[in-house]
């Protein structure tokens, strides 16, 4: 593809999403990204074992940082 078409493609995909008109479930985003803001990733999970990482320690020296 030309450039040309490539940047009338790209152009008309922009559009598209700019001016689409749809609502976005704020409550349902909000609970997803708090479910996996605390969890490791299965990828670390072995790291995390190896090093005693808990999910709730982790949780908890970050609220006693944080108090400080």
């Known amino acids: 593809m030309g450039?040309?078409?490539q940047k009338a493609k790209q152009t008309k995909?922009?559009?598209e999403l700019k001016y689409r008109s749809t609502s976005t479930d704020f409550a349902s985003l909000e609970e997803e990204l708090r479910?996996?803001?605390g969890?490791?990733?299965?990828?670390?999970?072995d790291l995390?074992?190896?090093?005693?990482v808990d999910d709730d320690e982790e949780d908890e020296a970050d609220d006693e940082a944080n108090e400080d």
């Open 3 to 5: 450039r040309g078409r």
């Open 13 to 15: 995909v922009a559009r």
């Open 35 to 37: 479910k996996s803001a």
């Open 39 to 45: 969890d490791i990733p299965p990828a670390y999970a």
């Open 48 to 52: 995390a074992a190896a090093y005693g």
